[in-house]
């Protein structure tokens, strides 16, 4: 009796349905960036407003203060545009560009080619790998009194410190995008016996193309540094010579105009960077679309 009855328990039990299943407790991870709509939005309002909020500080602090050397934004903003009447500005911003246009063209016309070849070549990488690692190590700026000696004093000079700035960058960045390309997707390529041409074109360029697209952005926004940092060091010409020269003659809404204008160029050149880069790849230069 007691064996029947047990097993007639068991197969009750058995042919019991199923109870809920059992809800696990969520893991604790990193937190998403999938913030609810309303916090976008303000998220957006807030940065759209931050700036004209610090100009009405910045209004109403050099008011305040009554000094020659802190203008107020409307005082700038007069000053740039009578720059931009007078004619004083346009061709000085041209003097500017031209250096930053040259260097920053070459550093990507020399930088790109050599990045993949130190990224696809372990024994490229070991022989000259170390002078682009030491350039990366050395504050250009350092550099610019050999430029001086070497060039002189005219547009190649400053073109070439431009090139300095975004060179070493470019190579790193493209080095490290070239070295990264998925190995199973040219395994699984090289499976189809592709021609070294097809490999290329059809995997590895591809695999590439966010690296090049952060690599013309860092060109662009460094070029912008080196453009200024030249003017002002080695000859004053273009936008550096307008700021240094008034900055003798203690006018100093002119020299803060100066420097916005190069301010608002850099942000320019850094919008086109990041558009070229997310035409280029869209994924980001990390997979992430940033």
Known sequence: MTATSSISSR??????????????RPRRG???DDAPQGTTRAAKVLRIASPFVLLVIWQIAAQTSDSILFPTPIAIATAAWDMTVSGELGPALW???QALLIGTSTALAVGV???????????LNRIFGVYIDID???????LIPIVIIVFGLGLTARSVVVFLFAFALVVSL??????TVDANLIDMATAFAPTRWQLWVKVILPGLLPALGGAFRVAVSRGVVGMVIVELTLT???IGGLVMEARSFFRAD??????AVVVAEGLLLMALGRWVERRIAPQGLYGTGD
């Open 174 to 179: 493209v080095r490290t995008g070239a070295r």
């Open 136 to 142: 990366l190590a050395t504050p250009t700026i350092a």
């Open 11 to 24: 197969s009750s039990t058995a042919s019991q349905p199923p109870g809920p299943p059992r809800t696990r």
């Open 236 to 238: 004053t010409v273009g």
């Open 113 to 123: 080619p050599i990045g993949i070849a130190l990224g696809r070549s372990s024994l």
């Open 254 to 259: 002119v020299v803060y105009a100066g420097v």
């Open 95 to 97: 003097r500017s560009n």
């Open 30 to 32: 990193p937190a998403r």
